[in-house]
């Protein structure tokens, strides 16, 4: 069973800094581009960074300048550093991932971590 399993969520103040962590498991035959989405209570999910297989990246305006995306292709891993985060960052953060297995490429998502940010 291919899976996404983050960590690294919790709480932090405001001006501080979070790493948050996704790993691919399972069975397949490559991971391809893959990114982070956040949903704040009584809003939409909104994206926001997405990182190619080759390292492309592209962020949503409201986190440009201070947070990175990267990934571990060897470990199929992608990885969201949050610096001076603000209380509007507060959301369920949710990893998602397009992963290639049995043909086909399957969109699949985490199961979401929690990320409070204090003023």
């Known amino acids: 069973q291919v899976q996404l399993v983050e960590s690294g969520g919790g709480l932090v103040q405001a001006g501080g800094s979070l790493r948050l962590s996704c790993t691919a498991s399972?069975?397949?035959?490559?991971?391809?581009?893959m990114g982070w989405h956040r949903q704040a209570p009584e809003k939409e999910r909104e994206l926001v960074a997405t990182?190619?297989?080759?390292?492309?990246?592209n962020y949503a305006d409201s986190v440009k300048g201070r947070f990175t995306i990267s990934r571990d292709n060897a470990k199929n891993t992608v990885y969201l550093q949050m610096n001076s985060l603000k209380p509007e960052d507060t959301a369920v953060y949710y990893c998602?991932?397009?992963?290639?297995?049995?043909?086909?490429?399957?969109?699949?998502w985490g199961q979401g971590t929690q990320v409070t940010v204090s003023s």
């Open positions: 998602n991932a397009d992963i290639a297995y049995s043909g086909f490429a399957y969109g699949h």
């Open positions: 990182i190619t297989s080759g390292g492309r990246t």
């Open positions: 399972g069975m397949f035959f490559s991971v391809n581009a």
